[in-house]
């Protein structure tokens, strides 16, 4: 039996142009993307089916969600590129508007364009909101009981729903303790991340540390400085553990 779906799933019309590629080929041009929040963290791409310009093949069906109900799976071709199983859509949604919709799993696509600008990840919600402040706070990061970086100059970034992240220049690190990591990571409002892990002579912490060297124009202010998981550290702002 599938489960019928929740009446109260969130979703809006946004007013940008989006396109989304596979393998250099158009698969959808659209001037009316839904925002579906399929999570309450960021919402997803739903694009009008005549708005499609790839073939969509059948290939059975996906798991139902609580929210959509059933789904549909679609092979995706565009050009001489195929992704397998990389579109969906849910004809039994509570509103018309998603039912008629195709939803393409992000990272399957090569690219996703907003207006013409790249995005990364996911799309940028509307309700998200990024401030960076220059702060004359005492910022002092310990590890091990060793301490890794102490800075009277951090910039601090306020990301809706997330906590505050302290962002500290290199000169106040003790950049003798960090190792290039591999990692890499990409946020739809800051850019791609590149990161350090420490080695604080008792062990070697993996990723705790990460810098955005040629952030998005709206994030500047925190190029080429360095950030500390809170959640993975010992942070002390104005001497109060965070």
Avoid at 39 to 49: E, G, K
Avoid at 120 to 137: E, F, K, Q
Wanted: aromatic share 10%.
């Amino acid at each position: 039996m599938s489960r019928q779906p929740d009446s109260q799933v969130r979703f809006e019309r946004s007013l940008k142009r989006v396109r989304t590629y596979l393998g250099g080929a158009l698969a959808a041009d659209t001037l009316r993307p839904l925002l579906v929040w399929e999570n309450p963290y960021f919402p997803s791409y739903y694009i009008p089916a005549a708005d499609v310009t790839a073939d969509l093949i059948p290939a059975g069906q996906g798991e139902p969600t609580d929210l959509l109900g059933a789904a549909e799976v679609f092979d995706v071709r565009a050009g001489a590129g195929t992704s397998a199983r990389a579109a969906r859509r849910y004809p039994a949604a509570p509103a018309a508007e998603i039912a008629d919709a195709i939803r393409f799993e992000w990272s399957a696509m090569s690219e996703w364009l907003e207006e013409d600008e790249p995005v990364y990840t996911h799309p940028r919600s509307p309700y998200t909101r990024v401030d960076i402040l220059a702060s004359s706070r005492r910022v002092r990061v310990d590890l091990d009981g060793v301490t890794i970086a102490e800075s009277g100059q951090p910039r601090i970034l306020y990301e809706t729903g997330l906590p505050p992240r302290y962002y500290l220049p290199l000169t106040d690190i003790r950049m003798d303790l960090l190792h290039p990591s591999q990692t890499v990571s990409h946020c739809p409002y800051k850019g791609t991340a590149s990161y350090w892990s420490v080695d604080t002579g008792t062990r070697v912490h993996d990723d705790v540390v990460w810098m955005y060297r040629t952030p998005l124009p709206e994030c500047s202010k925190i190029a080429g400085l360095a950030c500390f998981y809170t959640e993975k550290v010992d942070l002390f702002v104005d001497g109060a553990a965070q």
